[in-house]
């Protein structure tokens, strides 16, 4: 049949279509996905003039909506089934091909070995634009190569809003096209069809349910979302690629940091931190690089930099955002030649053996767009990125890391002792705001400790975190400098929005708002009282507030069960008012 005519598209989108139609998950999608493209890629290999010279080897799909990676999922040629990332294949695709396919949106062609990306796209330059044709890493050259990866096809993800959120590569081994075209841009079209077809299942379809993940010192707490992620991390541990970790300040980016390390090659070698947030701008580039001896004043010896102390190991730098433009330089210098020069050191430069976990909390695309951020740095350090969700989204998680923390606490000031937290603590934990997320709640329990502590000064066996003491604390956290209440409506406006982009979400769910208030008032002061200190004192005295409880926490519950939560933080005080 003609490889463009309509028989071979209606035979190969039926196929496809029947496939994901019948997905119940992510890689279910991903593999019927990549059985058809890597199929189309082979007989297009075959009927070519590579035919007895080439082979296709495997497809891998990326999803990574909002520029962090939330799914992979890889299949070789000859597998009925994809491989699954937990076992630290790895999975690898160019940052410069990233770029290329955003900005072009489109698919690109990349010949490893020369060095060239080929935008699929009317006269799209090869070379010439050394931020988006040349593929000029030598690293990730030889990633490829490693791989016998000689050629790839990289294929937007597109949505029926046109926005990009992913990606699919494919990889073949033809040493013999170096230097010429290839057949990805004769099937091209054909593949991204059959990508724009399958975006829409892939980027919806949930993750398939993943096994109880391990949990360590690193990382003692892991929820829903964070058991998602983990096998996207676990290979991208393996790799020495840079990792950027987003997120909230607080949510625990320095411990993902350093589970990936203790998940990597490198792991028993350095681990070292450099917070920007500590480091004064003039400081930073000798705090990075170090100095020699009369660098500047006050320079009395000679000093190691953050990349030498983590020489052969890992370093996370948080809070890249801070970078000064000026360091900023020098970093990608780092990054771009493995080497760098201590302050005041005269000619010659030292080699940096250093895997780079960076931090932020700060937008970098809108960073470089405000012209804060550079450019080409942003791209280097935007290799494998992912997203640290903040505790609020974590909402599973907040009592165990209270558990947790509240036994650590306990355990310093009686090791053969512990510590328990009540639910009805719990509940008013998971039921509050947490800004602050995982540093702020430990401040909490650590003051909730304290003040049970108060009342129980002999407790050298179990200790009992209530809701008296939890309530107390929280009440600390109420200091006028605190985020006004305007502010935090329209941040919360902003959240819902959000998550209606996601999924469906009826406005009327945005009434839950008002048992949100009344549950958290009940939480604090009480039942009746919190109908008073409402304005509902009417209610009281008219005894209708149960009737009143009941109406406004069902439309929580409904929310939380839109939001695919099994129950809200005051799904109690509902059976309570039911049982009375």
Known sequence: MAPDGGEWMHEEMSQLLTALRGAKDFETAAAATLRRMLFLAQETVASSRYAARARVLRGIVHLRPGEAYRRLAALDVGSSEITDASVGTPFFTSATAWRAVVEHRCAVSIDVNVGTVQPHAPNAPVTGDPGLAGFHSNESRQRFLGRHATHVCVLPLRTPAGGIEGMISLEADCLAAMGQEFVWLTVGDRLQLLADVAAPYLAGLPQRPVATPEMD?????????????????????????????????????????????????????????????????????????????????????????????????????????????????????????????????????????????????????????????????????????????????????????????????????????????????????????????????????????????????????????????????????????????????????????????????????????????????????????????????????????HKALKRELDKVEALYKALGEEHSPFADLLSEDEAA
């Open 217 to 545: 010192e690193y990382l003692p707490v892991v929820g829903r979302s964070m058991a998602e992620l983990l096998p996207i991390l676990r290979v991208f541990a393996l790799q020495d690629e840079t990792i950027l970790i987003s997120g909230a300040t607080g949510a625990g980016k320095s411990r993902l940091a350093r589970w990936c390390h203790e998940r990597s090659n490198r792991r028993g070698r350095p681990f070292e931190t450099l917070d920007l947030v500590t480091v004064p701008e003039d400081l930073q580039m000798a705090e990075l690089f170090g100095w020699k001896k009369g660098a500047f004043t006050g320079a009395v010896k000679d000093a190691p930099g953050s990349v030498a102390r983590a020489d052969g190991g890992t370093l996370f730098i948080d809070e890249i955002d801070k970078l000064s433009l000026k360091a900023q330089a020098g970093l990608l210098h780092l990054l771009e030649s493995r080497s760098y020069r201590p302050l005041g050191e005269g000619t010659g430069e030292r080699q940096a053996d250093v895997r780079f976990i960076i931090g932020t909390n700060a937008d970098l695309h809108a960073e470089v767009r405000a012209g804060r951020f550079r450019e080409d740095l942003y791209y280097r350090v935007n290799v494998l990125p992912v997203r640290m969700p903040a505790l609020q989204e974590r909402a599973d998680e907040i009592p165990l890391w209270a558990r947790y923390m509240v036994n650590r606490r306990h355990r310093e000031r009686s090791p053969e002792g512990s510590a328990r937290v009540t639910p009805d603590a719990e509940r008013l934990l998971v039921g509050s705001s947490w800004p602050g997320n995982l540093r702020q709640l430990d401040n909490i329990v650590r003051r909730a400790y304290t003040l049970a502590m108060v009342e129980q000064p002999a407790a050298t066996g179990e200790l009992v975190l209530q809701e008296k003491h939890v309530a107390r604390a929280l009440d600390y956290e109420q200091t006028p400098g605190g985020k006004p209440l305007p502010e935090a409506l329209r941040a919360a406006a902003q959240a819902f929005v959000a998550e209606a982009r996601k999924r469906p979400l009826d406005l009327d769910l945005a009434e839950a708002f008002r048992g949100l208030v009344l549950g958290m008032a009940i939480r604090q002061v009480g039942r009746d009282e919190g109908f008073k200190l409402l304005g509902r004192e009417s209610l009281v005295k008219n005894r209708n507030h």
